[in-house]
């Protein structure tokens, strides 16, 4: 053994409670800030998400792709915006109810990019409709041509706006859950 390991003081745990006063136990802390910065980190990356690119195409010549804002990305930035304020009105606050509904809006921005990342020719049969002004059976039909012709795929947005709403997500429950932990 060691000479550290013997010692001559006597060790003592620290008393249990403090003389006349119950212990309640400590409370547990509030929501770190960490927890709404990085949801709100989360929300923005969602937003930005929803103006890049959602398909891309593998045509000859084709630049860039169709853009969220073209469709659902509308939808998605609105929804990002809402929970960003709302993050950030929690870490004001410390309020649960706030973290829960950005976790929620988090949700829903998720369900709207996996419903696009599995249906790509979604987004331009939107565009076409709305843009050139042809009925939506035309538009199914030209897009499932050119679906036929060339590849279409999800595209970087649709990750950001996935990525960035299950941040928000898990993170507005924890902030949540935290928030109600520390009453």
């Known amino acids: 053994m ?9 060790q003592t ?17 509030a929501p770190s800030k960490k ?5 709100i980190v989360g929300s923005v990356i969602a937003l930005v998400g929803s103006m890049v690119n959602w398909v891309i195409s593998d045509a000859e010549g084709a630049t860039g792709g ?9 939808i998605t930035l609105i929804i990002a915006l809402v929970a960003a304020i709302l993050f950030i009105a929690a870490m004001a606050t410390k309020k ?9 809006l988090g949700l829903a921005m998720a369900i709207v990019a996996v419903i696009n990342m599995a249906d790509p020719e979604r987004l331009l049969v939107q565009k ?13 039909k030209a897009v499932d041509q050119a679906s036929k012709l060339y ?13 960035g709403a299950l941040m ?16």
């Open 66 to 74: 169709i853009k969220g804002i073209d469709g659902d990305g509308i």
């Open 2 to 10: 060691s000479e550290y390991s013997q010692s001559s003081y006597a």
């Open 128 to 140: 076409l409709t709305d843009e050139e002004g042809v009925s939506k059976e035309v538009a199914e």
């Open 96 to 104: 649960a109810a706030l973290y829960l509904v950005g976790g929620v």
């Open 168 to 183: 928000a997500l898990a993170l507005g429950i924890l902030g949540f859950m935290k928030s109600r932990a520390a009453r």
């Open 35 to 39: 927890i709404a910065i990085f949801a």
């Open 151 to 163: 590849d279409m795929t999800a595209g970087p947005g649709l990750y950001m706006v996935l990525v």
């Open 13 to 29: 745990a620290p008393p249990s409670h403090s003389a006349g006063a119950p212990n309640h136990g400590a409370a547990p802390a």
